[in-house]
């Protein structure tokens, strides 16, 4: 047997068991000090009571010979799928329910979709960005390029003439950023994916975020998208399912690389590795896009606004550089007198007992920057602002 020996070129993601193990460290020499946690890229409200009651339920359904189900479709019920179109169809995107994939979440897609690539093909990757589209192409051995995401381009970077790519990943709103692309620049992407026939896989996780009405959600508000792009999708960051996992890809019928139907590829995929989502998870995700659900769903996410906006409040009194924050949970910050991040991270460990993200472990270009998260506790959240500004001279 000889392993995959892409593996060797992994290197050891060690950005959170490091920062872990920092604060562990310091927990256990000042056991008296509270650490507040910052940089959690997880939800921390509960689900929503709607998706509550539709798990519960769905629960009693299948303990019932009369309401039990077996294996459902591969592809999603159809009842999930038609929510989730109407989800759309409320932004003015309008998708045929057999272009709607309902998963267990956008990592497990983002990974599997490479099923469907060649080996051969060049990927662009932003820099920095979420680590796992680099990871899952590593272990293919797939040719990676980095578009540079830097203060200079607002950390939204744009193709131009020098850009060989077969594979384009853009994640808007960005995570570690908080960077929104707008329609225009979105727009420049999707022309240059269409000039080279190349695939942009369009990561949305964070689309609940947005509330400027300008800017897009969804990369099929733009013109030409359903020929070159692919859209993932979840309710983790949406509706707190992180834990309890479901997310939607949309495939458009309209795409097509060398005479094969990426649909029906994508169709054969799942059906071929993938069992589908539980019944319950499904009652539990379409209980989300009801009106109620949207309610409910709509008050956590004002309640991680707010939180972002008392962090913005405090790095605009301290003076510090900083995007993100307004239309995501991510708050990115320039690490104060040049320092860098794990510097940074150690300084505000040290003096004020806060746990933040080091930039740097999310791409080269991530150095000297800082993330911070709007996912804490409020008394949490205003507490590290309270901390930060009292460390002001510190700083
Ligand atoms: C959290 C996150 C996801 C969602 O992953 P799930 O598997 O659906 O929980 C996708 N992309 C990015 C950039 C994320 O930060």
């Known amino acids: ?90 932004r003015g995107v309008e998708l045929d329910v057999d272009e709607i994939f309902i998963s267990d979440g956008a990592k497990s897609d983002l990974g599997n979709i490479l099923d469907l690539l060649d080996r051969e093909n ?91 009405p300008e800017l897009p959600r969804s990369i099929f508000e733009i013109n030409g998208a359903r020929t070159c792009a692919v859209e993932f999708c979840s309710l983790s960051k949406t509706a707190g399912f992180t834990g309890t996992r479901c997310g939607y890809t949309v495939v458009p019928e309209e795409l097509c690389f060398g005479g094969m139907r990426f649909q029906k590829m994508w169709l054969r995929r799942q059906a071929t590795k993938f069992n589908g989502v539980s019944y319950l998870v499904q009652r539990g995700a379409q209980a989300v896009f009801t009106p109620e659900g949207q309610r409910q769903v709509k008050e956590n996410l004002a309640y991680y606004r707010r939180n972002a906006a008392v962090i913005m409040q405090a790095l605009e009194e301290l003076g510090v550089w900083y995007t993100g924050g307004k239309n995501s949970p991510y708050l990115w910050l320039r690490c104060p007198g040049g320092k860098p991040s794990w510097d940074f991270f150690d300084c505000l460990l040290h003096t004020a007992g806060i746990v933040g993200t080091p930039g740097s472990g999310f791409g080269r270009n991530g150095e000297h920057y800082f993330r911070l998260t709007a996912f804490s506790s409020r008394a949490n959240t205003e507490k590290a602002m309270e901390r930060l500004k009292a460390l002001q001279a510190a700083l």
């Not at 796992?132 to 272990?139: A, E, I, P, S």
């Not at 727009?187 to 609940?208: G, M």
């Open 1 to 90: 047997m000889i392993p995959n020996q892409n593996y060797r070129q992994l290197q050891e993601n060690y950005l959170f068991s490091e920062v872990a193990r920092r604060a562990a460290a310091y927990r256990k020499a000042h056991p008296e000090r509270e650490l507040l946690h910052m940089g959690i890229g997880d939800v921390t409200l509960p689900l929503c009571g709607a998706v509550v009651d539709a798990l519960k339920q769905a629960a009693e359904e299948m303990g019932k010979p009369e309401t039990f189900r077996g294996y459902g479709p591969e592809q999603g019920y159809a009842f999930l799928r038609e929510a989730v179109k109407g989800y759309y169809a409320g």
């Open 122 to 212: 060049t990927v662009c990757i932003p820099d920095p960005v979420y680590p796992v589209y680099v990871d899952t192409n590593l272990m293919d051995g797939r040719k990676i390029v980095f578009a540079a995401a830097t203060e200079a381009n607002g950390f939204l970077p744009l193709p131009d003439d020098s850009l060989a790519a077969d594979v384009i990943y853009l994640c808007s709103p960005n995570n570690p950023t908080g960077a929104v692309y707008r329609r225009d620049q979105l727009q420049r992407w999707v022309d240059y994916a269409n000039e080279r026939r190349a695939l942009i896989l369009f990561d949305a996780a964070y689309e609940a975020f947005i509330q400027d």
